[in-house]
């Protein structure tokens, strides 16, 4: 599955990087606590979170994440776009709700990767 499979699974709107929606991704976690992707999500390409700040590009970052999307029709601001762009992480939002796309891309084959 691709990030532009993301997009057309979860009728979201990519908002940054469209040149990168060609990545291939395999796994996903959803979470609005950064603190638990940290301690506890491994090798995962897809984050999928109502929180938005900047932190949840920074966590993407460390984790080495593809791709980040915001759920309940949340949009990052400005600031939290360039960060995306500076770190060629793309940002999509989709107006699902977690527990739904979650099962959208679970459903269609993307699985939950491995835990600490």
């Known amino acids: 599955m691709t990030v532009k499979d993301i997009a057309k699974l979860l009728d979201a709107e990519i908002l940054c990087c469209e040149d990168s929606t060609d990545k291939e991704l395999h796994t996903a976690c959803g979470s609005d606590m950064m603190s638990d992707v940290l301690a506890f999500v491994k090798d995962q390409s897809v984050l999928l ?3 938005c700040n900047p932190q949840v590009i920074r ?3 460390m984790m080495d994440m593809v791709c980040i999307v915001f759920v309940r029709g949340k949009l990052p601001d400005e600031n939290m776009i360039k960060l995306a762009v500076e770190r060629n992480i793309p940002l999509l939002s989709t107006k699902h709700r977690m527990f739904t796309a979650c099962g959208l891309l679970y459903s269609n084959g993307l699985h939950g990767g491995a835990m600490n």
Do not use: I, R
């Open 59 to 61: 966590t993407a970052e």
């Open 49 to 51: 979170t109502g929180l």
